[in-house]
């Protein structure tokens, strides 16, 4: 029976029907593969650095591409071209180490076989990570260009509060918030938009989370025409406050609105160093926006959120929330934002 099998196997060896042949061009398929993954790891890397930068700038100058199987493909016929240039030589060989036993093909072939696909769900799945990173990093630059007013294109990083994280499923999103828009604006009580860009597309607005903070000059104990209680601290009248006018999530349970609130406190900061900054180099035109010194809002439940799931994430995030007295007497507690600032 073995001699049977090897005069099968010599036969189909002369008729070019040797699966050993297939066998070689499944090993040029997994060295192809690997070189892709090889290369699409050193993309990554860059992109990674872009992100883990933080910076606008850095962020403004990475005008890469998106990848597809087109790029490999190329790589495939080079390497294919090659491989066929020195196809004699590699037959050759293959029938050097050939053992006549149909068997030991079938193994040999499957298992090459089951590599291959493994390898190419590999870089399917980091083709796609690569390319819904990239995408997040373009929604950036295309808000930049298409819809920051003129007057604030020169994009600093002391000027621009960015940061990239990775949400609960693991979607790279960023925040973005342009301290000088804030702290330029003509109006006495400026107000600017918080980004959380996320979502699929390069389009900035698909799917983002906002939250609309405005400086008040006057903040204090009298908000939106009604009196707020606390029974110990108090609350620091008449000084400078960041509002939390608005705060939307069109992606909701995924953290994007946990990562604007542990960042408030860093973008006010942000924000009162650019102000102390501005006023001493233009002291006449600034003089009247002084570092803020508490963030308030007001807990309004809305959609399908109830108060105390509101009020929790407040209080989870680092923003304590406190009670409010209307001026019929009415109290309500936790219905006020208020954190006063070190």
Request: charged share 30%; glycine share 4%.
């Amino acid at each position: 029976m073995k001699m049977i099998k090897s005069v099968v196997c010599w036969g189909r060896s002369k008729m070019g029907q040797c699966p050993l042949y297939r066998i070689e061009r499944k090993s040029e398929d997994i060295r192809i593969a690997k070189l892709c993954l090889s290369s699409l790891f050193l993309m990554q890397a860059k992109l990674k650095k872009c992100v883990e930068s933080n910076k606008i700038e850095e962020v403004l100058r990475f005008r890469e591409d998106y990848v597809d199987w087109s790029y490999w493909d190329e790589v495939e016929e080079k390497e294919l071209k090659r491989l066929t240039s020195n196809s004699k030589d590699t037959q050759i060989n293959s029938l050097k180490r050939c053992k006549l036993d149909m068997n030991i093909c079938k193994i040999s072939l499957d298992s090459k076989e089951s590599a291959i696909e493994k390898l190419h769900e590999e870089i399917d799945s980091k083709i796609k990570l690569y390319n819904d990173d990239l995408a997040i990093i373009k929604k950036v630059q295309n808000y930049c260009d298409n819809y920051e007013n003129e007057d604030y294109r020169i994009f600093k990083n002391d000027r621009i509060y960015l940061k990239f994280q990775r949400d609960k499923y693991n979607a790279l999103i960023a925040l973005y918030f342009n301290v000088d828009s804030f702290i330029k604006q003509d109006s006495q009580s400026p107000v600017e938009t918080i980004f959380v860009f996320s979502g699929e597309g390069e389009y900035p607005f698909h799917k983002q989370t906002v939250l609309h903070l405005a400086y008040e000059k006057y903040g204090g104990l009298v908000l939106s025409g009604t009196e707020v209680m606390k029974d110990a601290d108090g609350i620091k009248d008449l000084v400078p406050q960041a509002h939390i006018c608005d705060f939307q999530s069109y992606n909701r349970r995924r953290g994007h609105g946990s990562f604007i609130l542990k960042h408030l406190e860093n973008i006010v900061s942000t924000v009162n160093n650019r102000i102390l900054s501005l006023g001493v180099k233009y002291r006449e035109k600034y003089y009247w926006m002084k570092p803020i010194k508490a963030i308030n809002g007001e807990v309004v439940p809305g959609g399908n959120i109830s108060k105390d799931d509101l009020v929790k994430f407040y209080n989870k995030n680092g923003l304590p929330t406190i009670g409010r007295k209307y001026s019929s007497g009415t109290y309500v507690a936790d219905k006020v934002i208020y954190k006063i600032l070190e």
